[in-house]
C-alpha cells in the first residue's frame, strides 16, 4: 500500500516537479496539492494524506502556523519542511510546531525522497549540521542565551517580522493574519523591546534587509 503525499507550495512548478518525482517511487503517490493555507486545510480534510510537505513562505501566510492547525486537527499526520530559507532560523520552530522533518530545496531530490522514508518510519529528518547547532541552542537557552536576536521571538512575532519586511502595513498584517490591529501593534512592540529597536523606521530596515539576507541564502 503506498503512503499518501499531499504537497503544499506557492508555486506551481515547485508543486508539479514534487509530484513528478515522489509520484516515480513505489512506496509513495501524491494525493493533492494547494498553494496557500486555506486550500491546504480543506484539501487535506479531504484527501486524507500520511503525510504534507509543507514550504515555510506561502506568499503572505505563514507555513509554521499551517503545521500548528494540521497537528492541531491531526495529531498523527506526518509533516516535512522543504523550504528555501535557512533552517538555522526555521527548523528548530517548525520541529517544535510538531513537524517531523525539514530539508533545504537546495538539497538534491534524492533527498527529498530519503526525508519522506525516513518520517515514515518513525524518525526524525534533519541535517548533521542542523543537529549540532540545535545541541548547542539548547545548552544556551538554558542559560537565556540566545545565538541571534531572531531566535528571542516567538513565532508569531517573526511571521510579524517578515511581513513587515515584505513592505506590509499593520492594518494588511492584521487582515491577512485575521487579529486585530491592536494586537499586531502589540506584537510589533514586543518585537522592538526584544530586538532594541528604537523605532517603528528602525525595525522596518531591519525587517527589510533581514529578509533580503534570507532570500539570497
Known sequence: ????????????????????????????????????????????????????????SLGHSSGIKLIEDLISRYPDLFILILSMHEESV??????????????????????????LKKIMNGEIFISDKLSIKLLHKIVNKKSGVYSSPIDSLSNRELEVFRLIGQGLKTRKIAEDLNLSIKTIETYVDHIKKKMNFQDSRNLFLHAVQWLMNEDTK
Open 1 to 56: 500500500m503506498k503512503h499518501k503525499v499531499f504537497i503544499v507550495d506557492d508555486h506551481p512548478i515547485v508543486r508539479q516537479g514534487l509530484a513528478q518525482l515522489i509520484n516515480q517511487e513505489i512506496d509513495f503517490t501524491v494525493c493533492g496539492d494547494a498553494g496557500d493555507v486555506p486550500q491546504a486545510l480543506k484539501a487535506v480534510a479531504d484527501s486524507h494524506p500520511d503525510i504534507v510537505i509543507v514550504d515555510i
Open 90 to 115: 526555521y527548523a528548530e520552530r517548525c520541529l517544535g510546531a510538531g513537524a517531523r522533518g525539514y530539508i533545504m530545496k537546495q538539497e538534491p531530490p534524492e533527498k527529498v525522497i530519503s526525508a
